[in-house]
């Protein structure tokens, strides 16, 4: 006796995208709905204060230019690379040990990990990890 195969339909494949694609909707126009109702409910009153520039309880005075020194984003920037140094680095590692995978991401892992060491040693010989 011969196994039943199974015929997979177009309509039973999408029937399962159409509930997220539902979901998907009604979320925005949840948003949509929410947001247009605080637009409508609103008081909107603007008076010369309101729109003046307003940072932590100091009244704005003089430029609103301020000089703030480059190595500081330059320290925010390394960090956001080493961190998603460290995002892709956790499921490579799960994946490395997967039959058939290894060879594959270990050279694209190095790849990855030159361009990386390349960024550093710009920021080194640039002077920027000195905290001089």
């Known amino acids: 006796m011969p196994e039943p ?26 948003v949509a709905v929410a947001f247009g109702a ?15 520039t307003y940072e932590c309880g ?23 690379i080493f961190a998603v140094d460290s995002i ?6 799960t994946i490395f040990a997967a039959p058939g995978y290894g060879a594959t991401t270990l050279v694209e892992m190095f790849i990855f990990l030159g361009f990386l060491a390349v960024g550093l ?5 640039k002077g920027v990890l000195s905290w001089t």
């Open 58 to 80: 100091v009244d704005p005075v003089g430029e609103g230019w301020a000089h703030t020194q480059v190595r500081y984003y330059v320290y925010a920037f390394l960090y956001v």
């Open 88 to 93: 892709f680095l956790f499921p490579w590692a």
């Open 38 to 52: 605080g637009r409508l409910l609103r008081p909107v009153v603007p008076t010369p204060e309101k729109l003046l």
């Open 121 to 125: 040693l710009y920021a080194w010989k």
């Open 5 to 30: 195969t199974v015929v997979v339909l177009a309509a039973d494949y999408f029937e399962s995208y159409s509930v997220i694609g539902l979901l998907a909707m009604i979320g925005v126009l949840f």
